[in-house]
């Protein structure tokens, strides 16, 4: 029995505390695209036209950017000495999500669940391990 041929339906993701980094002006970012991208999982759960999810997903795309422009000044007003790493990750992954919003333009049905699984991933794995290590640098003002 192989699972790998199975697509995984996207779930919601609910806040919890262990997702704080201890500064309110990134909880509040990290919040706002939590409750976006649940709103495109409830879209894409619920059969929501394709201009629909073409909306939520540029509204993303503009939320996580305009967040990622913030945490980097935060980084560097703290001086994160991991600034350039996370910086470039910040970058793969709005490459990333052009290229899924490009394929979801092109009418390719299996990029949606794929950007909101990428997504969800993304969001786990970013906040909790990556934007944990600055969190440190955030709070020792």
């Known amino acids: 029995m192989s699972g790998h ?3 995984k339906s996207p779930v919601a993701i609910e806040w919890r ?3 704080s980094v201890n500064s309110k002006v ?3 970012q990290h919040k706002s695209i939590l409750n976006t991208l649940n709103n495109l999982v409830h879209s894409l759960n619920t059969g929501s036209n394709h201009d629909i999810i073409a909306e939520i997903i540029n509204e993303l795309i503009d939320q996580i950017t305009r967040h990622f422009i913030t945490e980097e000044e935060f980084m560097k007003a703290y001086g994160y000495p991991s600034l350039e790493e996370h910086t470039a990750r910040h970058k793969e992954f709005i490459d990333k999500m052009i290229e899924y919003n490009t394929l979801f333009k092109d009418n390719a049905i299996g990029a949606v669940n794929g950007v909101v699984l990428f997504l969800e991933h993304w969001f786990e794995a970013h906040v909790l391990m990556e934007d944990m290590d600055y969190a440190s640098y955030l709070t020792s003002d």
């Open 5 to 7: 041929n199975e697509r």
């Open 17 to 19: 505390d262990s997702l």
């Open 26 to 28: 990134i909880d509040e």
